[in-house]
């Protein structure tokens, strides 16, 4: 089936415009991080919702239907619910830019299907099924770990199985994921394996384009979530038993995990028990037999099936490529990006960071009235490189609050200015779980385990400070609104170069006897990133108009709408500093009611600070 028509208009755009430019991220670290410049050439993806009541009969998985799709004796299968439309539309529409066609979407309830019949592309149902004996699928979010996300395991190793079966190799994809290149010309390059998979590696073993090291199975787990399985025998022999472990177990224990036990039983001469405190990275594990014709293919489950584990420079975990940035270290071309290592809700904020998500509207990027500014942070110690774990950690913690204070003047800015804020980027001298590193592997200061080559400070994601999924679900739930958009919006191709070209910068001064709020900005410190200190965008814009505030150290919210009032009709206002700006307290504000919100905004905001 080719894409319907709805989709004809986004296929051939991307064809002609981003295969051109082979949809790979620059390796240039001065460059902005996107897959092609002609990224405005992308509309948002949805299938129309069709009316609830409307009958369809969705077409079941069959050998004739896999054999009608496959290309090369290979399918490509990926599943999502309703609630998760959004994420499949944006995993299509990469898939539809490498030309690839060969891929089928499992719809786990009638919705999904009534919506992806609609736009036109390869689907089965999975909720109807022989092949899941007819179960109701599970609805709704699917929170890791929850019960209906455990018991959708047992139905895609029925998948699985039932593919296999049709003598077909199969790819299995998350749709949490973005395919930037058709990976398999790379999965052809090593016929030996019958498994090639992903894994949650947070180091690479090689700087080449290879598998990686047998031993990363040991240290780390293996990711299904990007995974290639080819129709041997023995590789059905192992997924029978892989089903057969889940079934044992009542269905309500995690696929991947059963996946990674099963594979290690006699893989390694040698044996770490979880008493054993070495550090996990440093450990040794040698495979009991590696393949002749590739050292890095190594024999697993009882010496049945070979299992190669894909480069994570080239198929890039969450860590790896959200927090680590390894594609601007290495020269290895990026594949798969994953969206693992991250809270559920969290993910879109992360690939709309990265300019990775392409489902929204236009609308989204055609926005009045934005305010936006110039984050300030702490100096690090002259002997940052010296301190242990717990020092930093204490460092890092009071830079989080020094930005926490600055962006939550610029949120109640925002309401009093009715404006949309544009996130800044916060800086981070410690991973989100950096008490890892202060409790269990003091040695690597910090830093996520087994990421030796992490780069500190570096630019942390929103979700890794505040909690953006409480404004998401109810905007308006104690009264004011903080309308925001990501830290990249200015620079992405999809937001309009009117807004772009329409900025005022403005530094707001208060009195010379009032205290300096923070330390100044870090302007050339060797320890920062240079992107961080000044956007070059910004720094290529007209000189600031300067603007004084005549009040005290409070200042309400009509001095602040007063003062900025002969700026308004500018699109985007630019504050250098927002350490000045206070509006949370109640004398600062003439709505109480805005102020409360805001309050309230501010706990479930920063429940979740680390």
């Given at each position: 089936?080719?894409p319907?028509?709805?989709?004809a208009?986004?296929?051939?755009?991307?064809?002609?415009?981003?295969?051109?430019?082979?949809l790979?991220?620059?390796h240039?670290?001065?460059?902005?991080?996107?897959?092609?410049s002609?990224?405005?050439?992308?509309?948002?993806?949805?299938?129309?919702?069709?009316?609830?009541?409307k009958?369809?009969?969705?077409?079941?998985?069959?050998?004739?239907?896999?054999?009608?799709?496959?290309?090369?004796?290979?399918?490509?299968?990926?599943?999502?619910?309703?609630?998760?439309?959004?994420y499949?539309?944006?995993?299509l529409?990469?898939?539809?830019?490498?030309?690839?066609?060969?891929?089928?979407?499992?719809a786990?309830?009638?919705?999904?299907?009534?919506?992806?019949?609609?736009?036109?592309?390869n689907?089965?149902?999975?909720?109807?099924?022989?092949?899941?004996?007819a179960?109701?699928?599970?609805?709704?979010?699917?929170?890791?770990?929850?019960?209906?996300?455990?018991?959708?395991?047992?139905?895609?190793?029925?998948l699985?199985?039932?593919?296999?079966?049709?003598?077909?190799?199969?790819?299995?994809?998350?749709?949490?994921t973005?395919?930037?290149?058709?990976?398999?010309?790379?999965?052809?390059?090593?016929?030996?394996?019958?498994?090639?998979?992903?894994?949650?590696a947070?180091?690479?073993?090689?700087?080449?384009?290879?598998?990686?090291?047998?031993q990363?199975?040991?240290?780390?787990?293996?990711?299904?979530?990007?995974?290639m399985?080819?129709?041997t025998?023995n590789?059905?022999?192992?997924?029978?038993?892989?089903q057969?472990?889940?079934q044992?177990?009542g269905?309500?224990?995690?696929?991947?995990?059963?996946f990674?036990?099963?594979?290690?039983?006699?893989?390694?001469?040698?044996?770490?028990?979880?008493?054993d405190?070495?550090d996990?990275?440093?450990?040794?594990?040698?495979?009991?037999?590696?393949?002749?014709?590739?050292?890095?293919?190594?024999?697993?489950?009882?010496?049945?099936?070979?299992?190669?584990?894909?480069?994570?420079?080239?198929?890039?975990?969450?860590?790896?490529?959200?927090?680590?940035?390894?594609y601007?270290?290495?020269?290895?071309?990026?594949?798969?990006?994953?969206?693992?290592?991250?809270g559920?809700?969290?993910?879109?904020?992360?690939?709309?960071?990265?300019?990775?998500?392409?489902?929204?509207?236009?609308?989204?990027?055609n926005?009045?009235?934005?305010?936006?500014?110039?984050?300030?942070?702490?100096?690090?110690?002259?002997?940052?490189?010296?301190?242990?774990?717990?020092?930093?950690?204490?460092?890092?913690?009071?830079n989080?609050?020094?930005?926490?204070?600055?962006?939550w003047?610029?949120a109640g800015?925002?309401?009093a200015?009715?404006?949309?804020?544009?996130?800044p980027?916060?800086?981070?001298?410690?991973?989100?779980?950096?008490?890892?590193?202060?409790?269990?592997?003091?040695?690597?200061?910090?830093r996520?385990?087994?990421?030796?080559?992490?780069?500190?400070p570096?630019?942390?994601?929103h979700?890794?400070?505040?909690?953006?999924?409480?404004?998401?679900?109810?905007?308006?739930?104690?009264?004011?609104?903080?309308?925001?958009?990501?830290?990249?919006?200015?620079?992405?191709?999809?937001t309009?170069?009117?807004?772009k070209?329409d900025?005022v910068?403005?530094?707001?001064?208060?009195?010379?006897?009032?205290?300096?709020?923070?330390?100044?900005?870090?302007?050339?410190?060797?320890?920062?990133?240079?992107?961080?200190?000044?956007?070059?965008?910004?720094?290529?814009?007209?000189?600031?108009?300067v603007?004084?505030?005549?009040?005290?150290?409070?200042?309400t919210?009509?001095d602040?709408?007063d003062?900025l009032?002969?700026?308004?009709?500018?699109?985007?206002?630019?504050?250098?500093?927002?350490g000045?700006?206070?509006?949370?307290?109640?004398r600062?504000?003439?709505?109480?009611?805005?102020?409360?919100?805001l309050?309230?905004?501010?706990?479930?905001?920063?429940a979740?600070?680390?």
């Open positions: 089936m080719s319907g028509p709805k989709w208009a986004i296929v051939s755009a991307v064809a002609l415009l981003c295969l051109g430019a082979q790979t991220y620059t240039n670290a001065n460059s902005s991080v996107t897959p092609a002609s990224r405005n050439a992308f509309q948002r993806v949805s299938g129309p919702s069709a009316s609830q009541n009958p369809l009969k969705a077409p079941p998985l069959s050998k004739q239907l896999v054999r009608e799709h496959a290309l090369n004796n290979t399918i490509i299968i990926a599943f999502a619910n309703a609630n998760h439309i959004d499949t539309f944006n995993w529409t990469y898939v539809f830019a490498n030309n690839i066609t060969n891929y089928l979407v499992g786990i309830d009638p919705t999904t299907a009534r919506t992806l019949s609609k736009a036109g592309v689907f089965f149902s999975m909720y109807d099924n022989v092949a899941n004996g179960v109701r699928m599970p609805e709704g979010d699917l929170a890791f770990l929850s019960q209906g996300f455990l018991s959708i395991g047992l139905h895609k190793l029925a699985i199985r039932t593919v296999l079966g049709y003598k077909v190799d199969l790819v299995c994809s998350d749709v949490d973005v395919w930037l290149q058709n990976p398999l010309p790379y999965f052809a390059r090593f016929p030996e394996a019958d498994i090639l998979v992903s894994s949650d947070t180091a690479p073993t090689h700087d080449d384009e290879g598998l990686e090291d047998p990363v199975i040991g240290r780390h787990d293996l990711n299904i979530g990007i995974m399985l080819r129709c025998k590789m059905t022999l192992f997924v029978d038993a892989w057969q472990q889940l044992r177990k269905g309500q224990h995690w696929d991947q995990g059963e990674n036990m099963l594979l290690r039983i006699n893989m390694f001469k040698n044996h770490f028990s979880w008493w405190h070495t996990t990275w440093d450990r040794v594990y040698k495979p009991k037999a590696t393949v002749a014709q590739n050292k890095r293919i190594v024999w697993a489950y009882n010496h049945s099936v070979t299992v190669g584990v894909l480069p994570v420079s080239m198929f890039a975990n969450g860590h790896i490529f959200f927090i680590q940035k390894l601007k270290k290495l020269r290895s071309p990026l594949h798969v990006v994953h969206a693992n290592f991250i559920g809700g969290f993910k879109r904020h992360r690939f709309r960071e990265s300019q990775l998500w392409l489902y929204d509207k236009p609308a989204y990027y926005v009045d009235q934005l305010l936006s500014f110039d984050m300030r942070t702490l100096q690090p110690p002259a002997d940052w490189l010296q301190l242990n774990t717990r020092q930093r950690v204490q460092f890092h913690l009071e989080i609050g020094t930005q926490l204070q600055q962006f003047n610029a800015a925002a309401v200015l009715n404006r949309t804020l544009i996130l980027r916060f800086t981070c001298y410690c991973d989100e779980l950096w008490y890892w590193s202060l409790e269990v592997n003091p040695g690597y200061k910090c996520y385990v087994g990421a030796r080559n992490q780069t500190l570096f630019l942390c994601p979700d890794m400070v505040v909690n953006l999924l409480q404004l998401d679900d109810e905007p308006t739930k104690f009264g004011a609104a903080v309308k925001y958009r990501e830290s990249t919006f200015m620079e992405n191709p999809r309009p170069q009117a807004i070209d900025v910068r403005i530094t707001l001064q208060l009195p010379d006897q009032l205290p300096e709020p923070f330390p100044v900005p870090v302007q050339a410190s060797q320890h920062l990133p240079e992107h961080l200190r000044v956007r070059q965008q910004l720094q290529q814009m007209a000189e600031p108009i603007t004084q505030i005549p009040v005290s150290w409070t200042v919210e009509t602040l709408r003062t009032s002969q700026h308004q009709s500018h699109r985007v206002l630019h504050m250098t500093d927002m000045c700006v206070i509006l949370n307290s109640y600062g504000w003439d709505r109480r009611r805005s102020h409360a919100s309050d309230r905004w501010r706990f479930l905001l920063f979740s600070v680390h």
